[in-house]
Protein backbone atom coordinates (compact mmCIF):
# COMPACT_ATOMS: atom_id res chain seq x y z
CA UNK A 1 0.00 0.00 0.00
CA UNK A 2 1.62 3.43 -0.80
CA UNK A 3 0.29 5.24 2.88
CA UNK A 4 1.97 2.26 4.80
CA UNK A 5 5.39 2.94 2.20
CA UNK A 6 5.43 6.30 2.27
CA UNK A 7 4.58 6.61 6.12
CA UNK A 8 7.05 4.14 7.12
CA UNK A 9 9.74 6.21 8.28
CA UNK A 10 7.36 8.10 10.82
CA UNK A 11 7.10 7.25 14.42
CA UNK A 12 4.00 4.75 15.68
CA UNK A 13 0.89 6.92 15.83
CA UNK A 14 2.17 8.88 12.79
CA UNK A 15 1.10 6.29 10.28
CA UNK A 16 -2.32 6.78 9.57
CA UNK A 17 -1.75 10.32 8.36
CA UNK A 18 -3.86 10.71 5.79
CA UNK A 19 -1.72 12.58 2.92
CA UNK A 20 -3.67 13.83 0.02
CA UNK A 21 -3.19 12.81 -4.05
CA UNK A 22 -0.03 14.44 -3.90
CA UNK A 23 0.97 13.11 -1.25
CA UNK A 24 0.74 16.32 0.80
CA UNK A 25 -0.91 17.29 4.12
CA UNK A 26 -1.40 21.09 5.50
CA UNK A 27 0.15 22.19 8.20
CA UNK A 28 -0.81 24.84 10.33
CA UNK A 29 2.37 26.66 11.97
CA UNK A 30 1.42 28.56 15.54
CA UNK A 31 3.86 30.48 17.49
CA UNK A 32 4.07 29.01 21.09
CA UNK A 33 4.72 32.26 22.69
CA UNK A 34 2.76 34.37 20.88
CA UNK A 35 -0.41 32.09 19.93
CA UNK A 36 -0.33 33.57 16.30
CA UNK A 37 -1.11 31.50 13.07
CA UNK A 38 2.31 32.19 11.19
CA UNK A 39 1.56 30.50 7.93
CA UNK A 40 0.05 27.58 6.24
CA UNK A 41 2.02 25.06 4.59
CA UNK A 42 2.34 21.73 3.50
CA UNK A 43 4.40 18.74 4.41
CA UNK A 44 5.06 15.10 2.59
CA UNK A 45 5.78 12.14 4.22
CA UNK A 46 9.47 12.69 4.06
CA UNK A 47 9.50 16.70 5.49
CA UNK A 48 6.94 15.34 8.08
CA UNK A 49 9.74 12.78 9.26
CA UNK A 50 12.29 15.37 9.30
CA UNK A 51 10.74 17.29 11.51
CA UNK A 52 9.59 14.80 13.97
CA UNK A 53 13.89 13.60 13.65
CA UNK A 54 15.31 17.07 14.08
CA UNK A 55 12.75 19.54 15.93
CA UNK A 56 12.85 22.21 12.92
CA UNK A 57 9.74 23.45 10.84
CA UNK A 58 10.38 21.19 7.58
CA UNK A 59 8.24 21.37 4.88
CA UNK A 60 7.65 20.68 1.19
CA UNK A 61 7.52 23.29 -1.02
CA UNK A 62 4.90 23.31 -3.83
CA UNK A 63 6.14 25.90 -5.55
CA UNK A 64 9.81 24.51 -5.76
CA UNK A 65 8.90 21.24 -5.61
CA UNK A 66 11.47 20.69 -2.99
CA UNK A 67 11.85 19.91 0.45
CA UNK A 68 11.89 22.80 2.54
CA UNK A 69 13.52 23.41 5.88
CA UNK A 70 12.07 26.67 6.90
CA UNK A 71 14.74 29.52 7.73
CA UNK A 72 18.08 27.45 5.79
CA UNK A 73 18.37 30.65 3.70
CA UNK A 74 16.60 33.24 5.28
CA UNK A 75 17.70 32.31 9.13
CA UNK A 76 14.12 32.68 10.01
CA UNK A 77 13.92 29.06 11.78
CA UNK A 78 11.66 27.35 13.61
CA UNK A 79 11.92 25.10 16.37
CA UNK A 80 9.39 22.31 16.62
CA UNK A 81 7.89 22.55 20.31
CA UNK A 82 5.12 20.48 20.04
CA UNK A 83 3.48 18.53 16.51
CA UNK A 84 0.33 16.99 16.57
CA UNK A 85 -2.63 15.47 14.45
CA UNK A 86 -5.96 16.25 13.97
CA UNK A 87 -8.97 13.82 14.96
CA UNK A 88 -9.37 13.03 11.13
CA UNK A 89 -5.47 12.37 10.15
CA UNK A 90 -5.69 15.35 7.31
CA UNK A 91 -3.81 18.17 9.13
CA UNK A 92 -1.12 18.97 10.89
CA UNK A 93 -0.27 21.85 13.69
CA UNK A 94 2.96 22.89 14.27
CA UNK A 95 3.58 24.55 17.61
CA UNK A 96 7.38 26.46 17.01
CA UNK A 97 9.65 28.97 18.85
CA UNK A 98 9.86 31.32 15.37
CA UNK A 99 12.74 33.39 14.60
CA UNK A 100 12.87 36.44 12.89
CA UNK A 101 9.93 36.86 11.00
CA UNK A 102 7.70 33.60 9.61
CA UNK A 103 6.32 35.35 6.12
CA UNK A 104 8.63 35.95 3.02
CA UNK A 105 7.53 39.15 3.11
CA UNK A 106 9.07 40.12 6.41
CA UNK A 107 5.61 40.16 8.63
CA UNK A 108 5.23 38.29 11.63
CA UNK A 109 2.80 36.45 10.43
CA UNK A 110 2.07 35.10 6.37
CA UNK A 111 -1.99 36.42 7.61
CA UNK A 112 -0.45 40.03 8.48
CA UNK A 113 -0.33 40.71 4.69
CA UNK A 114 -3.45 40.17 2.65
CA UNK A 115 -6.94 41.58 3.18
CA UNK A 116 -8.48 41.19 6.66
CA UNK A 117 -12.05 42.47 7.89
CA UNK A 118 -12.80 42.20 11.40
CA UNK A 119 -16.98 42.24 12.55
CA UNK A 120 -19.20 43.64 15.51
CA UNK A 121 -21.23 41.14 17.19
CA UNK A 122 -24.67 42.91 15.81
CA UNK A 123 -26.17 40.99 13.45
CA UNK A 124 -25.12 37.98 15.05
CA UNK A 125 -27.24 35.58 16.12
CA UNK A 126 -26.28 33.17 19.02
CA UNK B 1 -12.46 33.34 -16.23
CA UNK B 2 -13.24 30.50 -13.71
CA UNK B 3 -11.47 32.48 -10.80
CA UNK B 4 -13.47 35.69 -11.44
CA UNK B 5 -16.69 33.87 -12.23
CA UNK B 6 -16.53 31.95 -8.56
CA UNK B 7 -15.18 34.59 -6.70
CA UNK B 8 -17.58 37.61 -8.11
CA UNK B 9 -19.68 37.47 -5.05
CA UNK B 10 -16.99 38.25 -2.90
CA UNK B 11 -15.97 41.56 -1.71
CA UNK B 12 -13.16 43.70 -3.32
CA UNK B 13 -9.81 42.19 -1.99
CA UNK B 14 -11.17 38.76 -1.96
CA UNK B 15 -11.28 38.23 -5.49
CA UNK B 16 -7.77 36.91 -5.37
CA UNK B 17 -8.56 33.60 -3.36
CA UNK B 18 -6.20 31.29 -4.81
CA UNK B 19 -8.85 28.19 -4.73
CA UNK B 20 -7.37 24.85 -5.83
CA UNK B 21 -8.49 22.24 -8.60
CA UNK B 22 -11.68 21.12 -6.65
CA UNK B 23 -12.34 25.03 -5.65
CA UNK B 24 -11.28 24.97 -2.35
CA UNK B 25 -9.27 27.02 -0.20
CA UNK B 26 -8.05 25.78 3.43
CA UNK B 27 -9.11 27.33 6.63
CA UNK B 28 -7.58 27.43 9.65
CA UNK B 29 -10.17 28.54 12.29
CA UNK B 30 -8.82 30.23 15.63
CA UNK B 31 -10.68 30.20 18.99
CA UNK B 32 -10.46 34.33 19.19
CA UNK B 33 -10.29 34.21 23.29
CA UNK B 34 -8.27 31.30 23.79
CA UNK B 35 -5.46 31.60 21.15
CA UNK B 36 -6.45 27.87 20.22
CA UNK B 37 -5.88 26.49 17.12
CA UNK B 38 -9.47 24.74 16.98
CA UNK B 39 -10.02 22.93 13.10
CA UNK B 40 -8.62 22.87 9.32
CA UNK B 41 -11.25 22.83 7.05
CA UNK B 42 -12.16 23.81 3.66
CA UNK B 43 -13.77 26.51 1.90
CA UNK B 44 -15.17 27.25 -1.63
CA UNK B 45 -16.41 30.79 -2.70
CA UNK B 46 -19.25 30.19 -1.59
CA UNK B 47 -18.65 29.09 1.97
CA UNK B 48 -16.36 31.84 2.08
CA UNK B 49 -19.09 33.80 0.68
CA UNK B 50 -21.36 33.36 3.05
CA UNK B 51 -19.34 33.32 5.84
CA UNK B 52 -18.13 37.04 5.13
CA UNK B 53 -22.04 37.41 4.92
CA UNK B 54 -23.48 36.26 7.81
CA UNK B 55 -20.50 36.60 10.05
CA UNK B 56 -20.71 32.80 11.02
CA UNK B 57 -17.93 29.74 10.61
CA UNK B 58 -19.02 28.52 7.11
CA UNK B 59 -17.06 25.76 5.40
CA UNK B 60 -17.71 23.02 2.78
CA UNK B 61 -17.70 19.57 4.13
CA UNK B 62 -15.35 17.59 1.41
CA UNK B 63 -16.80 14.01 2.84
CA UNK B 64 -20.72 14.99 2.55
CA UNK B 65 -19.81 17.09 -0.58
CA UNK B 66 -22.10 20.22 0.64
CA UNK B 67 -22.26 23.84 2.32
CA UNK B 68 -21.81 23.24 5.86
CA UNK B 69 -22.51 26.29 8.60
CA UNK B 70 -20.49 24.52 11.08
CA UNK B 71 -23.14 23.66 14.71
CA UNK B 72 -26.07 24.15 12.53
CA UNK B 73 -26.65 20.79 13.57
CA UNK B 74 -24.91 20.25 16.77
CA UNK B 75 -25.45 23.98 17.92
CA UNK B 76 -21.64 24.33 18.22
CA UNK B 77 -21.84 27.50 16.46
CA UNK B 78 -18.57 29.36 15.21
CA UNK B 79 -19.13 33.38 15.64
CA UNK B 80 -16.74 34.90 13.35
CA UNK B 81 -14.87 38.02 14.75
CA UNK B 82 -11.90 38.17 11.82
CA UNK B 83 -11.09 37.30 8.59
CA UNK B 84 -7.74 36.79 7.08
CA UNK B 85 -6.00 36.09 3.78
CA UNK B 86 -2.21 35.04 3.61
CA UNK B 87 0.33 36.52 1.47
CA UNK B 88 -0.06 34.25 -1.52
CA UNK B 89 -3.73 34.22 -1.45
CA UNK B 90 -4.07 30.34 -0.97
CA UNK B 91 -4.83 30.18 2.70
CA UNK B 92 -7.86 32.03 4.99
CA UNK B 93 -7.77 31.87 8.92
CA UNK B 94 -10.67 32.23 10.83
CA UNK B 95 -10.58 33.98 14.40
CA UNK B 96 -14.22 32.80 16.16
CA UNK B 97 -15.64 33.07 19.03
CA UNK B 98 -16.78 29.32 19.52
CA UNK B 99 -19.89 28.11 20.46
CA UNK B 100 -19.13 24.93 22.68
CA UNK B 101 -16.07 22.40 21.57
CA UNK B 102 -14.78 22.39 17.61
CA UNK B 103 -14.43 18.91 17.12
CA UNK B 104 -16.72 16.64 16.38
CA UNK B 105 -15.61 14.24 19.16
CA UNK B 106 -16.21 17.08 21.94
CA UNK B 107 -13.03 17.95 21.95
CA UNK B 108 -12.33 21.59 22.00
CA UNK B 109 -10.38 21.36 19.62
CA UNK B 110 -9.44 18.59 16.94
CA UNK B 111 -6.12 18.96 17.29
CA UNK B 112 -6.82 17.31 20.62
CA UNK B 113 -7.49 13.92 19.50
CA UNK B 114 -4.41 12.59 17.69
CA UNK B 115 -1.26 12.29 18.40
CA UNK B 116 0.65 14.87 19.72
CA UNK B 117 4.97 15.21 20.46
CA UNK B 118 6.37 17.84 22.44
CA UNK B 119 10.12 18.48 22.04
CA UNK B 120 12.50 20.32 24.68
CA UNK B 121 15.41 22.15 23.10
CA UNK B 122 17.69 19.72 23.77
CA UNK B 123 19.29 18.71 20.76
CA UNK B 124 18.43 21.93 18.41
CA UNK B 125 20.95 23.91 17.02
CA UNK B 126 18.96 27.87 17.22
Known amino acids: MMRSAVTAGLPQGWRHVHFDA?????????????????????????????????????????SRRELWIKGSTSGHRQRLVEVALDCD??????????VGPACHTGAESCFDVGPRMTFSDAGWVA
Chains 1, 2 share one sequence.
Do not use: C, F, K
Not at 25 to 31: A, H, I, S
Not at 37 to 51: I, R, W
Not at 89 to 98: F, I, N, P, S, T
Open 89 to 98: GDAVLYLVEQ
Open 22 to 62: DGLVPVVTQDINTGRVLMLAYANAEALGMALATHRGVYWSR
